[in-house]
Structures are given as structure tokens and as C-alpha cells.
Nanobody
Framework: QVQLVESGGGLVKPGGSLRLSCTAS????????MSWYRQAPGKERELVAL????????RYVDSVKGRFTISRDNAKRTVYLEMNSLKAEDAAVYFC???????????WGQGTQVTVSS
């Protein structure tokens, strides 16, 4: 059974930090590209950060560059999103996605809420 389980969300003040985790099971994690998406109320889901299965190629949406860092630990089957200097506009439900381009399967987690408020 494939599962992606996110954790680490919560309430943080502007300027604060959070680290999100997404732990995978049921598929060969090391072969999959991993991404973090977010969706705020009334907005479309957007790609926040992506890390390839192997090698370079990490990508970020412009609005989080220099503040967020995506990383992965294949031994722990986990992808992380370190979020620093959080802003109100970072508040959203954050989703983890696994895919195996070009024709492999795509899996999504259930999401974790991030609230940024004073």
C-alpha cells in the first residue's frame, strides 16, 4: 500500500521556521522525484520545491528561494522542507508528491497545514 505521510505543520509567527517531513512507504522511494506543493484557500495548488531522484536539479518557486530548502534521506524514505523567514503568504496546506518521470506513477500525501500568524 502506497503512503505519503506529511508532518511538521502548525502555527508559526512571521519570521519563524518550520520543518516539514514526508515519509513514504509502498514504493521504491529512491527512484522517485519528490516535490512539495502548497494550496492556499481560493488559490490553485502550486509547486514549491522539487528534488530529483538522483543528481542535481533542485528547483524552487521564486517566492521561496533563499528561505526554503528541500532535501531527502533515501535511507529514511523521507523528504524534508525546511522553511525559514516565514511570511503570511506562505500559509497554506502543504502536500508532498512523488513521481517517476516520464511515465511512472504519481502519488500524493494528504497534506499538512501551515499557518503563519502573529
Amino acid at each position: 500500500q502506497v503512503q505519503l505521510v506529511e508532518s511538521g505543520g502548525g502555527l508559526v509567527k512571521p519570521g519563524g521556521s518550520l520543518r516539514l517531513s514526508c515519509t513514504a512507504s509502498g514504493f521504491t522511494f529512491s527512484r522517485y522525484r519528490m516535490s512539495w506543493y502548497r494550496q492556499a484557500p481560493g488559490k490553485e495548488r502550486e509547486l514549491v520545491a522539487l528534488i530529483p531522484a538522483t543528481g542535481p536539479g533542485t528547483r524552487y518557486v521564486d517566492s521561496v528561494k533563499g528561505r526554503f530548502t528541500i532535501s531527502r534521506d533515501n535511507a529514511k524514505r523521507t523528504v524534508y522542507l525546511e522553511m525559514n523567514s516565514l511570511k503570511a503568504e506562505d500559509a497554506a496546506v502543504y502536500f508532498c508528491k512523488a513521481d517517476e518521470p516520464p511515465f511512472g506513477a504519481t502519488y500524493w500525501g494528504q497534506g499538512t497545514q501551515v499557518t503563519v500568524s502573529s
